[in-house]
């Protein structure tokens, strides 16, 4: 039997322990002082029972306990409170709570709890542990293939197809923390099952952790619209639950199981110049530096990109429509009109090059449609980018 105590009261958890080890010695006893260092051993060791204080250092032993069945739906749950609160008690039950043990806590009430799990334990384990297993294996081979396909490596002989058929459309999505925080244990836990919840409750998918620091969801969804609410709802929540900084990006749909990879680096380069710009910009903050001159800066560097305002608003923090606002006032010009002024410019030195095609300028500039940019520089410029061309304008 394992069995996991969270407590922050060194007394609490030395107590209970003691008292549980000189009852059942051959009992496995891991011990944490926060929800931090709890999730950190659910993801490492085998544990059949938990007992958790309720309140606690990052999270409250309730929401940990909610946020832990995803992942660990037979663990069996004891609640640990100093409050003989009736909302605390019900709450407890209705999330599956097996008891509720009021501080300080009696070796008599303790060992009866224990004792009763303990069989209830091994009778569930002998009736359902092969099924169990067996399913757990499932899911786990799921995501070790989807994650080594995602990352490029190779998947050996394992057969693919049941993917390909499950998604004939996708989309992706990157929750990506910042690496120089060291325990990620807890957001790690948070960011898979609240991006879980979401996805599952949209439409379907699952989510696999890429490293340490970053995690990928896969979801088949109704539309672009589903794809935009869930993205507002994650970063919503992530911002109320992980207190590390960290960046959210998604593909757009996808109908190509095949580009995956290619896909899943491009929103890896995109989460890291993120986190870069935001890096920059806290550091041109600091010195005085005016908060639309940074974006500036970045528009600058990536002009030629897909660039909306809600993503460079993004990178120095600030709300899109007030973003929006200060831009104007700063520049005279709106964002939208600033950046095609940039590319209609970058575009009349290209059109120099008399060996590049029309085409080929389209693309370095940011439109994929050759129509569409020839429409706007002859809007900008007064005629078509070949008439700028043949008259020789410098």
């Excluded at 190779?154 to 990506?176: A, C, S, W």
């Excluded at 869930?230 to 960290?246: A, G, Q």
């Excluded at 960046?247 to 896909?263: C, D, K, L, M, Y």
């Excluded at 009109?337 to 940011?366: F, N, Q, T, W």
Aim: net charge neutral.
């Amino acid at each position: 039997m394992n069995i996991l105590i969270a407590d922050d009261e060194s007394m609490i958890r030395q107590g209970v322990r003691r008292t549980i080890s000189q009852a059942l010695p051959t009992c496995v006893i891991h011990l944490a002082a926060s929800t931090e260092e709890a999730a950190g051993i659910l993801a490492e060791h085998p544990v059949d029972i938990v007992l958790t204080d309720i309140l606690m250092p990052g999270m409250d032993g309730l929401e940990f306990m909610r946020i832990s069945k995803r992942k660990h739906p037979h663990l069996q749950w004891v609640v640990i409170s100093a409050h003989s609160d009736f909302q605390y008690a019900q709450r407890a039950v209705k999330l599956g709570a097996k008891d509720y043990l009021l501080k300080p806590i009696g070796k008599r009430k303790l060992l009866e709890c224990i004792n009763v799990l303990a069989a209830e334990a091994l009778v569930a384990s002998q009736q359902a542990n092969e099924g169990r297993l067996l399913k757990c294996n499932m899911v786990y081979l799921r995501e070790a293939v989807f994650q080594r396909y995602a990352l490029g490596l190779d998947t050996g002989k394992l057969d693919i197809q049941p993917f390909i058929e499950n998604y004939p459309e996708f989309h992706l999505f990157m929750v990506r923390m910042e690496p120089d925080h060291k325990q990620t244990h807890l957001e790690h836990f948070m960011i898979e099952n609240v991006l879980s919840e979401l996805i599952e409750a949209g439409g379907n998918g699952f989510v696999v952790s890429l490293e340490r620091h970053s995690l990928l969801g896969i979801a088949r969804l109704q539309d672009e619209a589903e794809a935009a609410r869930l993205e507002t709802l994650l970063e919503s929540h992530l911002k109320r639950y992980v207190k590390v900084p960290l960046q959210i990006t998604r593909s757009g749909v996808h109908h190509n199981f095949a580009a995956i990879p290619e896909e899943v680096a491009r929103l890896r380069r995109t989460t890291e110049e993120i986190a870069a710009a935001a890096t920059d910009t806290g550091e041109c903050l600091r010195k005085g530096m005016h908060t639309v001159d940074v974006a500036l800066q970045y528009i600058q560097a990536h002009f030629t990109e897909e660039l909306s305002l809600e993503k460079v608003a993004s990178v120095v923090f600030l709300n899109p429509v007030y973003f929006s606002q200060l831009f104007k006032q700063k520049t005279g010009q709106g964002y939208k009109d600033y950046v095609i002024c940039l590319r209609m410019e970058e575009a009349k030195r290209l059109l120099g090059d008399p060996h590049l095609r029309l085409a080929d300028i389209s693309e370095r500039i940011g439109y994929q449609d050759m129509r569409h940019f020839t429409q706007v520089f002859r809007r900008k410029c007064g005629m078509t980018p070949t008439e700028y061309r043949h008259q020789g304008v410098k």
